[in-house]
């Protein structure tokens, strides 16, 4: 590592994605996912063996089938799209800046890329997790790994993290733009914008997670922002706990009955599409959607890579290299 010229390191980061669209590596990337303590709330003694025991066994098969709906020439499209991110963020802080990316699991992981970081020659490093809510299961779990890649380290790197950005007015601003782009470019006009955000254990909500709050936050803004109202859901539960609601698919049941023959649906949480966008709400959810009595469906896309996208990024991080770097 070179002590001459240190440089500064960005590493975006978001949830993962299994290498390939085969059961054996949805089957490695779950048993990951699902091993982390931040996600599973339940004593690892009563959880594993119901992880390893059935989960593994049965769900490996269904979860890569949906995988290879959405499966692109490019591999995943969430790690496809946050390679472009980091990408189109090359240069944009000046030359001593360095931007990389990684997966809170699978590849490429955190501990990996804060050590390529250093290697090239980073002392300080930005660390921003993609997830506008602050969740413990997402945002909290991302910084682990990136704290646990620290404590083995004997020469550590500074650290900061990029704070969870719900209501900040550049992300709002960037959600609106992108919105109404997207409907403008619809088939037809909706009678409904539904805004699908990933849910959580209700349970989770009472222990104090904030996620709920700032979900709920980001949706008024946005609607006033439009000057049209967005009917709030939480979509892709899992287990049999009770978890926050409306759920998404029910939602998309009910409408048709209540008059709502056309429907858009966006997703602020997510910042880059995936296979909760793509194939559980673009596919199922219009399959839902449709066979309720819809006429007409659209999962508008992320932030992605896109214009307005990547320039909410640069602004963000801009801001949280001030003082690291002069072109900040």
């Known amino acids: 590592m070179s002590i001459n010229a240190p440089r500064i ?8 994605t299994p290498d390939a669209p085969t059961a054996p590596a949805v089957r490695r990337y ?40 959405i499966w692109g020439a490019d591999g995943s499209p969430l790690a496809a799209i946050t390679r472009a ?28 890329r804060i050590a390529a970081l250093q290697a090239a020659g980073c002392d300080r490093i930005l660390i921003a997790p993609l997830y506008p809510q602050y969740c413990a ?13 620290l404590a083995a380290m004997r020469v550590q790197p500074a650290l900061r993290v990029l704070p969870p ?19 403008a470019a619809l088939p037809f006009t909706p009678d409904a914008l539904v805004a699908s955000f990933h849910g959580m254990p209700e349970r989770t909500r009472r222990l104090g997670d904030p996620y ?31 978890w926050l609601e409306p759920a998404t698919d029910a939602t998309l049941a009910a409408l048709p009955q209540q ?10 949480g997510f910042a880059a599409d995936c296979l909760e966008t793509l194939e559980e709400l673009g596919i199922r ?8 009595g819809g006429s007409d469906f659209a999962c508008l896309p992320c932030l992605n890579a896109e214009a307005e996208g990547v320039e909410l990024l640069r602004h963000l991080l801009r801001r949280e290299l001030e003082g690291w770097t002069r072109a900040a």
Not at 137 to 149: G, S, V
Not at 285 to 292: H, V
Request: aromatic share 10%.
């Open 9 to 16: 390191g960005v590493l975006l980061v978001n949830l993962g």
């Open 30 to 69: 779950l048993r990951e996912f699902l091993s982390d303590p931040r996600v599973i709330e339940i004593p690892p003694w009563l959880w594993q063996p119901i992880l390893r025991g059935i989960i593994l066994t049965v769900r490996p098969r269904k979860s890569a089938r949906a995988y290879a709906e």
């Open 85 to 112: 991110q980091a990408a189109a963020l090359v240069g944009a802080f000046g030359p001593e800046v360095m931007v990389d990316y990684a997966m809170r699991y699978g590849q490429p992981a955190i501990g990996a």
């Open 137 to 149: 299961a997402t945002t909290a779990a991302a910084t682990d790994a990136a704290y646990a890649a």
């Open 165 to 183: 950005y719900y209501a900040e007015p550049a992300y709002i601003a960037a959600l609106k733009a992108a919105t109404e782009r997207a409907l």
């Open 212 to 242: 709920y709050d700032h979900c709920m936050t980001t949706a008024r803004l946005l609607s006033e922002a439009l000057g049209r109202p967005l009917t709030v859901t939480f979509q892709s539960r899992f287990g049999r706990a009770r």
């Open 259 to 268: 008059g709502v023959r056309r429907v858009a649906l966006l997703t602020p």
């Open 285 to 292: 959810g219009r399959e839902t959607f449709i066979a309720a």
